[in-house]
């Protein structure tokens, strides 16, 4: 039990130590310790992250969603106000075609029965004449019922 | 026993003696095997044959087996952690990383709570000290004989001395102890300057604002903090000492009861595991308050009170 350089001895090679462990021990696996303890928080902050993007995210989904709803309602009933109006349009369009030709044919028909009323009028004194000639057997002189037949004729 | 030759006394003085290698001075008379006599003509480095020659060294003399497996220890366990450390990375950890991990984070979160100031060399300190002196206490628990007799038969002289357990040496723990009471004083210049080691030593405990008293109270404080500084690494060396050594003089006690017939040498294995188990919790538990004193001691040297800054 005696104290000796072994004192010495003791207290450089605990040193050394100390130093060893400082530069080759401590420092690489510290930074390891560190580097993972940064790594876990990060994960955990980017999944907490994720969770908020991902409520933000249906959030927007659903207000599309909704959105793209209120469109296609909106499309679908100017189809159905178009569709109507166009039902409506072509409706008028009928009508007044068939207004038209109705017209047109009336026009036609009175045009017609007035050419036969002219036809008519312009035969009727012959035909007049015909009968009464045949009536009364005499010749009657036309020039001298001119006049007369003239007014018959106009009257009708 | 290790030699029917050996009387008991013999048996426990002889585990008790260092393999030491320093200069014997001039003039001493050696003995030899045979019991003759040689006187040194000049001072002679030798190796130690016997412990008066040990003691006769004095101061120039180095204990080879404590040295050498201090050293050896610490290589062990600085080559494991260099090795996990060159090998470290921060995904998950497997295995022996795990187990290195587990012990850099005691150490961390021990160094944490008692060391709140700037100094990166703390904490490798602590993880030094603590698995160092753990690995160190552990050679305890090999049986005392192994070694000494594998020794014996490997040089061929039976009475060769090697102790196994390095803090079972003073040298050793003390060695540590100044190393750490040093570096005390080290940091304590270093961060409050040497006036402020000089206050540290004189201005306290007592202190009076009149500069007349405080000149009477300067020698008193200067003689009681000289004690409290003193006695810091010699209670950190000889606790670790007492402790190591009483452990080590009690499995040597026992062992000297393995040759005394057959049933003395049964109780004596149930002896010796028993009182392995309770000096596990010595091993760690000594390591343990070595690492928390120096750290504790550390702290003060960094503290500035701030009573200083009155002054």
Same mark, same amino acid.
């Given at each position: 039990?005696?104290?000796?350089?072994?004192?010495?001895?003791?207290? $450089?090679?605990?040193?050394?130590?100390?130093?060893?462990?400082?530069?080759?021990?401590?420092?690489?696996? +510290?930074?390891?310790?560190?580097?993972?303890?940064?790594?876990?928080?990060?994960?955990?902050?980017?999944?907490?992250?994720?969770?908020?993007?991902?409520?933000?995210?249906?959030?927007?989904?659903?207000?599309?969603?909704?959105?793209?709803?209120?469109?296609?309602?909106? $499309?679908?009933?100017?189809?159905?106000? +178009?569709?109507?109006?166009?039902?409506?349009?072509?409706?008028?369009?009928?009508?007044?075609?068939?207004? +038209?030709?109705?017209?047109?044919?009336?026009?036609?028909?009175?045009?017609?029965?007035?050419?036969?009323?002219?036809?008519?009028?312009?035969?009727?004194?012959?035909?007049?004449?015909?009968?009464?000639?045949?009536?009364?057997?005499?010749?009657?002189?036309?020039?001298?019922?001119?006049?007369?037949?003239?007014?018959?004729?106009?009257?009708? | 026993?290790?030699?029917? %030759?050996?009387?008991?006394?013999?048996?426990?003085?002889?585990?008790?003696?260092?393999?030491?290698?320093?200069?014997?001075?001039?003039?001493?008379?050696?003995? !030899?095997?045979?019991?003759?006599?040689?006187?040194?003509?000049?001072?002679?480095?030798?190796?130690?044959?016997?412990?008066?020659?040990?003691?006769?060294?004095?101061?120039?003399?180095?204990?080879?087996? %404590?040295?050498?497996?201090? /050293?050896?220890?610490?290589?062990?366990?600085?080559?494991?952690?260099?090795?996990?450390?060159?090998?470290?990375?921060? #995904?998950?950890?497997?295995?022996?990383? =795990?187990?290195?991990?587990?012990?850099? !984070?005691?150490? !961390?979160?021990?160094?944490? !709570?008692?060391?709140?100031?700037?100094?990166?060399?703390?904490?490798?300190?602590?993880?030094?000290?603590?698995?160092?002196?753990?690995?160190?206490?552990?050679?305890?628990?090999?049986?005392?004989?192994?070694?000494?007799?594998?020794?014996?038969?490997?040089? #061929?002289?039976?009475?060769?001395?090697?102790?196994?357990?390095?803090?079972?040496?003073?040298?050793?723990?003390?060695?540590? #102890?100044?190393?750490?009471?040093?570096?005390?004083?080290?940091?304590?210049?270093?961060?409050?300057?040497?006036?402020?080691?000089?206050?540290?030593?004189?201005?306290?405990?007592?202190?009076?604002?009149?500069?007349?008293? =405080?000149?009477?109270?300067?020698?008193?404080?200067?003689?009681?903090?000289?004690?409290?500084?003193?006695?810091?690494?010699?209670?950190?060396?000889?606790?670790?000492?007492?402790?190591?050594?009483? #452990?080590?003089?009690?499995?040597?006690?026992? @062992?000297?009861?393995?040759? @005394?017939?057959?049933?003395?040498?049964?109780?004596?294995?149930?002896?010796?595991?028993?009182?392995?188990?309770?000096? /596990?919790?010595?091993?760690?538990?000594?390591?343990?308050?070595?690492?928390?004193?120096? /750290?504790?001691?550390?702290?003060?040297?960094?503290? /500035?009170?701030?009573?200083?800054?009155?002054?």
């Amino acid at each position: 039990m005696n104290i000796n350089l072994t004192l010495i001895g003791q207290s $450089i090679t605990f040193l050394f130590f100390v130093w060893f462990c400082h530069a080759f021990v401590w420092k690489a696996i +510290r930074g390891a310790m560190e580097e993972r303890e940064k790594q876990i928080a990060d994960g955990l902050d980017a999944a907490d992250r994720a969770g908020r993007d991902l409520e933000l995210a249906q959030e927007k989904a659903g207000k599309q969603l909704r959105e793209a709803k209120a469109e296609a309602a909106s $499309i679908i009933d100017a189809a159905n106000k +178009r569709a109507n109006q166009i039902v409506e349009e072509a409706k008028d369009a009928a009508r007044q075609e068939g207004d +038209r030709l109705k017209a047109a044919a009336q026009a036609e028909v009175e045009q017609e029965m007035n050419r036969a009323k002219e036809a008519l009028r312009s035969k009727v004194a012959t035909l007049a004449l015909a009968g009464a000639e045949k009536v009364l057997e005499a010749s009657i002189d036309e020039s001298a019922h001119k006049d007369m037949l003239d007014k018959l004729a106009a009257s009708l | 026993m290790a030699a029917e %030759s050996q009387s008991t006394v013999g048996y426990i003085q002889h585990h008790l003696t260092n393999l030491t290698y320093g200069k014997l001075p001039a003039g001493y008379e050696r003995h !030899d095997a045979e019991g003759h006599v040689h006187v040194l003509e000049h001072d002679t480095w030798t190796m130690a044959h016997s412990g008066e020659e040990a003691s006769a060294m004095g101061f120039n003399a180095i204990h080879v087996d %404590s040295m050498f497996w201090s /050293i050896a220890l610490g290589f062990l366990f600085l080559v494991f952690f260099a090795r996990v450390a060159k090998r470290a990375h921060s #995904g998950v950890p497997t295995g022996v990383q =795990n187990a290195v991990e587990m012990v850099i !984070d005691f150490i !961390d979160s021990t160094v944490k !709570d008692g060391f709140h100031h700037k100094n990166a060399m703390i904490a490798p300190m602590a993880l030094t000290i603590f698995v160092w002196i753990v690995l160190m206490n552990t050679m305890d628990l090999v049986p005392v004989d192994w070694i000494p007799a594998a020794m014996a038969k490997l040089t #061929g002289d039976p009475h060769f001395f090697f102790k196994v357990v390095p803090t079972t040496d003073p040298n050793v723990t003390l060695g540590m #102890g100044f190393t750490v009471f040093g570096l005390m004083i080290f940091f304590t210049i270093a961060k409050k300057g040497f006036l402020g080691f000089v206050k540290e030593l004189t201005l306290h405990p007592f202190h009076h604002e009149k500069w007349y008293v =405080n000149i009477f109270l300067i020698p008193i404080n200067f003689a009681l903090e000289s004690i409290a500084w003193i006695s810091k690494p010699i209670s950190l060396g000889l606790r670790l000492f007492g402790n190591m050594y009483a #452990g080590e003089m009690i499995f040597i006690l026992i @062992a000297t009861m393995f040759g @005394a017939g057959l049933v003395l040498g049964l109780f004596a294995g149930v002896l010796q595991w028993a009182w392995a188990v309770f000096h /596990i919790l010595v091993i760690a538990l000594q390591a343990f308050v070595f690492m928390v004193l120096t /750290i504790v001691y550390m702290a003060q040297a960094h503290q /500035i009170e701030e009573e200083d800054q009155f002054h």
